[in-house]
């Protein structure tokens, strides 16, 4: 335990002190403060904190994610590490739950730093827009959501960096797997599975109170409508289709009433706990 614990201790102030995680920082900050003053006066509070928290379930931000989570499971990294392995002062198991606690902290430690004080301000201010606000559990359900999905996929670079040891093409793979794999479930619309359909289920999400029996505001097909609409021109952006005009059927999409917290964190939750435990028996197993 304390061989581990000392490893996430230096793996994250490591990672704290690296160009990738304080340039991923301030990114985050600049493109969330973009987000919210470009549609201050016009999205419903619930659509506006789903679409900030857009680059952390689809694009960019599973990039950096990934990056952190593939490198110290491949390449030179494992290499170095052998000598210290094979003689024994931590254990395989150690020096993977250590890195991998390291990452993990350090992604969600990054991601609520920015979008907390966002959902805070988005929430608390009086802006000029009708409709719809936020509740206190739909925000803490909101967030600790997502945070199980980047804890999700810093645990599938893990997986991919143990499997194919090389980071590049671990990434390659991650990449063309990931969003493919989302955009086929999306049709179904599976919140539980895809990041897609879970960013559109949000709203929904980010209005419901603390009892269930009360009912929920009957305008959410406006606000997964604002929100698809934002969601469509930011990946136009960097290249992406350009966002179809604005047709009454094409736009009716189902207000995810029968979203279920309980399915979504289990959809996550469970390929979280295989993919770590694949990865350390597939490291484990492995010669060094």
């Known amino acids: 335990m304390l061989p581990s614990l000392a490893i996430l201790k230096y793996e994250a102030l490591t990672l704290l002190s690296s160009w990738l995680v304080r340039l991923w920082i301030s990114a985050s900050a600049v493109l969330t403060l973009l987000f919210i003053l470009a549609n201050w006066g016009q999205m419903q509070s619930p659509a506006l904190v ?3 928290l857009f680059p952390y379930l689809i694009f960019p931000w599973f990039l950096a994610v990934m990056v952190l989570g593939v490198e110290p499971v491949s390449g030179a990294r494992v290499d170095a590490l052998a000598d210290g392995i094979l003689s024994r002062p931590i254990t395989r198991h150690e020096y993977l739950l250590g890195s991998w606690g390291a990452r993990v902290l350090v992604v969600l430690g990054a991601y609520l730093a920015v979008v907390v004080p966002a959902v805070l301000l988005i929430g608390l201010a009086k802006r000029n827009v009708s409709g719809e606000t936020i509740t206190l559990y739909g925000a803490v359900a909101a967030l600790a959501v997502v945070a199980i999905v980047l804890t999700l996929q810093v ?3 893990f997986l991919a960096g143990t499997l194919l040891r090389r ?4 990434m390659m793979v991650l990449v063309f797997l990931w969003y493919p794999v989302s955009t086929v479930l999306h049709t179904f619309s ?6 897609i359909s879970l960013n559109q289920a949000l709203p929904t999400l980010l209005r419901t109170p603390w009892s269930e029996s009360e009912d929920l505001p009957q305008s959410a097909n406006a606000s997964l409508d604002e929100l698809s609409e934002e969601a469509a021109r930011f990946l136009a952006a960097f290249g992406g289709p350009a966002p179809a005009p604005k047709k009454g059927a094409f736009y009716e999409q189902g ?3 029968d979203f279920s ?6 959809g996550y939750g469970v390929p979280t706990v295989l993919a ?3 990865a350390m028996a597939i490291f484990c197993s492995r010669d060094l």
């Open 190 to 195: 599976l919140e539980e599975f895809s990041p």
């Open 167 to 170: 980071p590049l093409l671990a």
């Open 276 to 278: 770590l435990g694949l």
């Open 50 to 52: 789903a679409v900030i």
């Open 261 to 266: 917290l309980l399915r979504v964190v289990l």
């Open 255 to 257: 207000d995810y009433d």
């Open 155 to 157: 645990s599938l670079a």
